[in-house]
């Protein structure tokens, strides 16, 4: 079983709101990520968590706010988003032999 | 710094021809290759992965890739497509010691009946 599911599929939000964004594996792997995807270009890297330590913040705005309260779990907090970040959100883990598996993504859009 | 090279960034096909697309990557060190499928509202799914051994690979749905040491590259290939292959294609390459991701820009593959 190589499934990584997150929640929600889809989400829209005003600048003001605060949201999550939930993301869950239950295949052990100890490296789980965050990606930011704009419509026709390839996924961009936000977070990496490896064995639930933040080990890469790739320069991201202090309103994405990642957090993982175990190995299973890694959730992105959103707060005060701009209409730019509306994007494609995808979450991926992997083991420790490089290969990354992908959740669906939740489709986030900012008013 | 890493990186990669998917040199066509649309490629159509008739349905059942063969199709290749091409992915080089710069690097000399030891690499691992992957090939992601990504439909239209959905996430990336795994094709294909090369992390050593034999340099050809197979993978889900047909697909198959050829690593090329010398020439750096990675080239994705189907002997038949189907109306369903239709998608967005991204290689992608890490390297030892557990570096992220490094993707190329990808290409969409448009497959005409």
């Known amino acids: 079983d190589t499934e990584v599911t997150q929640t929600p599929k889809h989400l829209v939000m005003g600048m003001t709101n605060k949201k999550s964004l939930k993301c869950e594996q239950h295949?052990?792997?100890?490296?789980m990520y965050w990606y930011k995807q704009k419509a026709k270009k390839p996924p961009e890297l936000m977070f990496v968590?490896?064995?639930?330590?933040?080990?890469i913040n790739e320069s991201v705005p202090s309103r994405f706010s990642p957090e993982c309260p175990n190995s299973s779990l890694l959730n992105l907090h959103l707060h005060a988003l701009q209409p730019e970040d509306s994007a494609l959100y995808l979450c991926?883990?992997?083991?420790?032999?490089?290969?990354?598996?992908f959740g669906p993504g939740t489709r986030l859009t900012v008013l | 710094a890493q990186s990669v090279t998917q040199l066509d960034s649309q490629v159509p096909v008739f349905e059942e021809a063969p199709v290749e697309l091409r992915c080089n990557y710069s690097s000399s060190v030891s690499v691992y290759l992957f090939w992601y499928v990504q439909y239209p509202n959905q996430g990336l799914q795994l094709l294909l992965k090369y992390l050593s051994g034999s340099t050809l690979v197979k993978g889900i749905n047909g697909f198959e890739a050829e690593f090329n040491k010398s020439q750096t590259s990675f080239h994705l290939r189907k002997p038949s497509v189907h109306i369903s292959d239709t998608a967005e294609y991204f290689c992608?390459?890490?390297?030892?010691?557990?570096?992220?991701?490094?993707f190329g820009k990808g290409t969409r593959l448009s497959v005409i009946a």
């Open positions: 991926a883990s992997s083991p420790a032999e490089h290969t990354q598996y």
């Open positions: 968590y490896s064995y639930e330590k933040l080990s």
């Open positions: 295949m052990g792997h100890r490296a």
């Open positions: 992608a390459v890490s390297y030892p010691g557990n570096t992220p991701l490094v």
